[in-house]
């Protein structure tokens, strides 16, 4: 029986890594739900599978959830002290980590210190901090299994496969909802356009990344982390139907691709699963119906995050961390109708121009450059005209 801390157990990975709970009872139980502010479908989540340790944000939360959760006789945890606190529970396997953003980090490296198997579903975990967290995984002796889509499916091509062989690594991307706009006419969308991806359904953050293609920009710096392998055999392709979730091209030209309908519960049972397949009720695949798969280039000069994203991998050091918290706090300034989407690369690009980089960075060196990242962004969109 594996036993689980989820980490982000309300949003979309989390609800969804409970899905695959429910299909496996004889193989998976819960420990430790961490939520963020959905109180109320946390409460339905600790009915229905009994943990041990839930958290929450922060105090108010606490007392929200105390005061209807009467008959609970686990801990109760807050913060990023709950969040480090499930990530390291003695007698839990897995931990499921799918906060939104750099909070990830530190739980992540918890969970690897202490020994356990990490399905990280959080790639600005990565991009943040990527020589820590596999610092902490050669330390702790654990386990750390892709949940993207994306990383997934080079996961599953790289099985029996030997490292030396491989020539590229090709990401591909949808290309989001403005595939083949003009720079001009992205500075016309609406949010709700922002919002409409045409494949996936994912959390509104990673959605408006996937239309940046930020998203893109952060797969390649996580891959570089996950699979040990230089930017320059990192590739992306932009494949519209996303039936193709990616592939490795191999030194004899050989190609090998994961493919699969755009169900985000298929990489999380991989990753629980693992090394075993389970099974997985239908629909399945059909290549008859898809009819056709495209590909092209990506524009990188119509979203310059992806270009960015590449030269801040290249320098390194805390350059991505600050990439990373720069687009979270853009992105969230966008949804709270603060900015327009068009100048989310533009204030990520300034962030990123007037960082002075700290190479080979401590975890202390990491927060401190997101924060000032962060800082930047808000005083920057002050003197910004909202739209």
């Not at 494949?199 to 570089?224: F, H, P, Q, Y």
């Not at 090394?275 to 092209?296: M, Q």
């Amino acid at each position: 029986m594996k036993k689980l801390s989820i980490l982000g157990s309300t949003g979309s990975i989390g609800t969804q890594t409970l899905d695959v709970v429910t299909r496996h009872p004889d193989k998976l139980t819960v420990k430790a739900l961490c939520a963020g502010k959905n109180i109320d479908l946390l409460l339905e989540q600790v009915k229905r599978f009994s943990p041990e340790f839930i958290s929450v944000p922060d105090e108010e939360s606490v007392i929200q959830l105390k005061k209807k959760l009467t008959h609970f006789r686990g801990e109760i945890g807050c913060g990023l002290q709950g969040l480090n606190a499930a990530a390291s529970m003695p007698d839990v396997t897995h931990v499921v980590v799918a906060v939104v953003g750099s909070l990830g980090l530190q739980p992540t490296i918890k969970a690897l210190n202490s020994g356990k198997t990490v399905a990280l579903a959080n790639k600005e975990t990565l991009v943040a901090g990527g020589h820590l967290v596999t610092e902490a995984l050669s330390a702790g002796g654990g386990m750390l299994i892709p949940v993207d889509s994306e990383h997934s499916a080079i996961f599953q091509c790289l099985k029996g496969e030997q490292k030396n062989e491989v020539e590229r690594i090709l990401l591909t991307a949808s290309g989001g909802p403005f595939r083949g706009y003009t720079k001009e006419k992205l500075k016309t969308v609406k949010k709700e356009n922002v919002l409409a991806h045409p494949v996936w359904k994912m959390g509104n953050k990673v959605t408006v990344d996937s239309a940046s293609l930020m998203n893109k920009g952060l797969e390649v710096i996580e891959a570089k982390w996950l699979f040990n392998v230089p930017l320059s055999q990192i590739g992306v392709v932009v494949h519209p139907q996303g039936i193709i979730h990616s592939m490795v091209e191999f030194v004899d030209g050989s190609m090998i691709a994961q493919l699969g309908l755009p169900d985000m519960r298929t990489p999380i049972q991989v990753a629980l699963s693992y090394p075993d397949r389970w099974n997985a009720p239908p629909p399945r695949l059909n290549l008859a119906d898809v009819g056709t798969l495209t590909f092209e280039n990506p524009d990188m000069e119509t979203f310059p995050l992806l270009r960015l994203a590449y030269e801040a991998a290249k320098t390194g050091g805390t350059l991505p961390a600050v990439l990373n918290a720069a687009n979270e706090e853009a992105v969230g300034l966008f949804l709270a109708d603060q900015i327009h989407f068009s100048e989310i690369p533009e204030l990520v690009g300034q962030a990123v121009k007037n960082h002075s980089v700290k190479e080979f960075p401590s975890l202390e060196e990491v927060l401190k450059a997101d924060q000032s990242a962060r800082a930047f962004i808000k005083e920057a969109s002050r003197l910004t005209k909202s739209f």
